[in-house]
């Protein structure tokens, strides 16, 4: 299976997007429809239909609505091809392939100076009518530059003409020029210039409309713009560009590059976000002029003189000669007016640092000197910022790469091997959502939910150049549950071996090819160095490390040391100890602000600064200097550090007036301090801890354990308290058991549904299981029902934490007074084995009460734990209780070992039943009503019937 598209094809939506930007809003709404049962028939409770949808797209000119989908982004697209048809983009008329490519585009010319175009909403007609504000000889004269670049189909038909327009794009120029003779009685050019102008002038009465009178504000418009210079030695300068609202801005950028008019401006593709204005603009140098007017045969002789603009290239990825102007100004699909927009120094700095993934991600998240590209892919719930697989799409865009192409392999468990060693010992954090071959069918995953049933999957990505030379080819050996972990996990590796490149550009061709490997990367070196050849210069990350890279004398005083490699001093931690501190895999809240200080702390910036910045820890989300600190801090504390500088252009990219700090930085020893106070931690999901820790998965041994006991007690009909989503039923099928009826019972309908779903699959397609049938109830444990009573076996796990305490002593009452099975088996998480799977010490439950109260509630496994006991206190309910009601108690449990402290990781309890109560001496049950509700049933010989008939 293949996503991604090798040639790139816009969408509706997309064209919609260039034209309009955020001036296009969509609505999509919900069309409700109720449906009948969602492929399990029985089930009592109701179920949503599949949604439909639709969108409602509002243009700044009308409104669509789109058809009916049965997805969002499908009505999306629906309205927005609507909205294309709106406005006359005829699909085939995009596609000019049918005609002779010089033919069609004479016709094209022929057409932009039509009366219609001048009034018209293309960004090419603001050109005209502005053209026409134009004084003396240049009235009514438009660059040719101007139609290549901002009229689509032009440009295109000129690519087709000659394929190197695509890297050069004033080579248009010269097929436009050349097409012009042809034009005669249309369109005629002004003599040495490379610019057109309509033959016959437009009637008054248009020239006069008010479609084409330009609104004229009186003030002057002032655009912040900034120059590139040529030579990479000169720094880039920040200027401005003074557009009078009645003159033609091409003349004003023309006069700042310093040539006599816009004829003479070269223009690049547009660059950064789909709908930007921004461009580079450059001066044609005299002979290049020449040699486009010329009428050479052969393009392909063209020199250019001067010297190629690297850092300009290196963002729109066109040959860029001589010094630069990068300005976002421009005519749109949007508007009639000028649309213009600073870009400042900052844009510059943020858009270089775009260009590496672990900057894209800085900027994602908005923390450039705080956030850091993961070096795992957790879960989707962890992740904060910009997804891996977001951020290589973007990285292979700004490169003027194809869309990387993300291949599927699905692999059915059962066949899939044992995972490689070395994912067996992994930390929590990378446990994720890595498949294992336990996993068969319907056990929960870390978010909760049922998973896909028999089968996992692997992703490998491959990146390929413009011209489809494979450069990347990375094949995880990783199996993931998740489709969608998978791809963003192969998306990640290639992400962090291009950080790591992009930190080392020098790096010889053997430690490249080393580090590809060790991320199973194979590589294409030659097509790499080919495609990232200009880098080198433009993110020479640790050479351009400042020269003033230093800490401060007064600071580093001897408490200085190493941490991952970067000089900083001991942080300076204040405020009491809480108790609530940090461990692998867990979400920290912090504030924090970062400040450049110059030696003995004359000068303090302040560079960045956030309220509330979430993150998971252990997995490097953070610059590690700010890991390694907060790792030592507990909820409530503060710290302050230093740390050297890192490379120029994050912090030129974190604050808003580069030009200060520069000279702050060339002139200054300086360094950066930290501020951080942690506001909050969140634990792990339990699952992903017990997941991450145990192999098989905790999960996996709990439904071991009871299927030992049903083996030996020979049970034939098993209940299941609590079962929840039914991992326990589920994996039951999996084994040869005695057990002929299995019942499940759960307060949680949406829990029920799920287990209804998965053992109707699994019922209704194995065929060598003895169960004849299957029930599950809607209704709480804690209160008697006939129905669930006198089993051979009853199970209770890991469901009595989440009740309140005096509940789950009710359930046990009830369950060995009223229910008795034969045999209940019990589990509950040992508190005492916390300590190793939060990696922290355990607060004591007897200390202060105030701090108990808090600290607890974190410590616990899972947020929803009303309590959760130690070994003692478990021994405790359970001894008392069997001895009330003429039952034996074992103990026991999974995970870790029951001779070794802390104990097992899940303690269980196994009750059995002393000897059959007279029927005299168990208790009576008034109101003995069936409380429980029957919300699916199956039996083997009717197969499925719902249980509206037997309700
Ligand atoms: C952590 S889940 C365990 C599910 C299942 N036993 C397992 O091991 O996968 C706890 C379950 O207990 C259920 N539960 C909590 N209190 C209950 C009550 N009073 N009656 C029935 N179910 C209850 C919850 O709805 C939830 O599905
Ligand atoms: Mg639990």
Known sequence: MEIGVKKTVFTPKAIIHQKFGNKACYTVEEVKEESAQNGCPGLAIPQKG????????????????????????????????????????????????????????????????????????????GHLRAALQRKGGLYGLIPASVIA????????????????????????????????????????????????????????????????????????????????????DETIQPLTLDISSSGYYLDVIAQKLGVTDASKVLLSRTIGK??????????????????????????????????????????????????????????????????????????????????????????SREAILAAELPSVFTTKTNWRGSFPREILCTFCRQHQLSEPIFSITSIPLKASCKLPRSQKKLKVTEAAELAT???????????????????????????????????????????????????????????????????????????????????????????????????QSLHNVQQSRCQGSKLPESKSTNMEYTLSGQDVCLPNIEGSYSGVCPSNGSLLSISYSVSLVTEGGHTKELIESKDEFEFEIGNGTVVSTLE??????????????????????????????????????????????????LLRVTEPPEERMEQALFSPPLSKQRV???????KKSSATTLVDFGCGSGSLLDSLLDYPTSLQKIVGADLSKKS?????????????????????????YDGSITEFDPRLCGFDIGTCLEVIEHMEEEQACLFGDIALSYFRPKVLIVSTPNYEYNVILQGSSPTTQEDDPEEKSQSQSCKFRNHD????????????????????????????????????????????????????LDENDLPTQENSSEHCKVIWEWKRDDRSVPSSTRN
């Open 50 to 125: 599949p949604s439909l949808f639709r969108c409602r797209l509002e243009l700044p000119e009308f409104t669509v609505v789109s058809d009916i989908c049965r997805k969002k982004k499908d009505s999306e697209q629906s309205a927005a091809h609507l909205a294309l048809k709106r406005l006359g983009n005829n699909p085939a008329d995009e596609n000019p392939s049918e005609k002779d490519p010089c033919d069609a585009l004479i016709d094209r010319i022929k057409y932009i100076f039509t009366d219609e175009f001048l009034s018209s909403l293309h960004p090419l007609s």
């Open 752 to 776: 029920l549904s799920r287990a209804a779903k998965i053992l109707h699959t699994k019922l209704s397609t194995k065929s060598d299981t003895g169960i004849k049938s299957a029930i599950l």
């Open 274 to 363: 789909a709908s930007s204005e921004t461009r580079l603009y450059f001066a044609a140098s005299e002979s290049l002029v020449m040699e486009l007017l010329s009428d050479h045969a052969n393009v392909k002789d063209f020199h250019v003189e001067g010297l190629l603009n690297a850092r300009a290239n290196y963002f729109c990825g066109q040959e860029i000669y001589g010094d630069a102007i990068m300005a976002s100004v421009g005519y749109t699909w949007r508007s009639k007016e000028l649309f213009h927009e600073d870009v400042s120094l900052q844009s510059y700095y943020r858009m270089l640092l775009s260009k590496i993934p672990s900057g894209n991600y800085k900027l």
């Open 437 to 535: 071959e336990y996993t068969n069918g319907g056990s929960l995953n870390a978010g909760g939910e049922s998973v896909g049933l028999e089968s996992s999957f692997r992703c490998t990505v491959k990146v390929f150049s413009k011209g489809q030379d494979l450069i990347i080819e990375c094949s995880p050996r990783e199996i993931y549950k998740k489709q969608t972990d998978a791809i963003q996990s192969a998306s990640l590796k290639v992400l962090s071996w291009l950080n790591a490149c992009f930190k080392d550009l020098g790096m010889p061709l053997e430690k490249l090819n080393c580090s590809a490997d060790a991320l199973n990367i194979s590589l294409s070196s030659e097509n790499f160095l080919k495609e990232f050849a200009l880098c």
């Open 865 to 916: 734990h009303k309590f959760e006991w130690t070994r003692e206190q478990f021994n405790h309910w359970a001894s008392d209780l069997a001895k009330r009601h003429h039952y034996s108690v074992e103990f026991s449990g999974v995970g870790g070992s029951g001779d070794v402290e802390p104990g097992f990781a899940s303690q269980i309890a196994v009750f059995k039943q002393e000897s059959l």
């Open 149 to 232: 670049a901002c009229d689509t189909k032009t440009s295109n038909l000129c690519k087709l003409l000659n394929t190197e327009v695509e890297s050069k794009p004033f080579l248009a120029l010269s097929s436009i020029m050349r097409a012009i003779p042809r034009l005669a009685g249309s369109v005629v050019t002004s003599k040495g210039q490379l610019s057109i102008q309509k033959q016959n002038p437009y009637p008054t009465e248009i020239i006069e409309s008010s479609d084409i009178q330009q609104s004229g504000s009186p003030e002057n418009i002032l655009v912040k713009a900034i120059q590139i210079p040529a030579s990479l």
């Open 704 to 710: 071991e354990y009871a299927v030992q006991h049903i």
């Open 628 to 677: 390694g600190v907060v790792t030592q801090m507990s909820v409530g504390q503060c710290a302050h550090f230093n740390m050297n500088l890192p490379p120029q252009e994050f912090i030129l990219a974190a604050v808003d007036d580069p030009a200060r700090i520069l000279s702050l930085l060339s002139s200054e020893v300086c360094c950066l301090e930290y501020d951080v106070t």
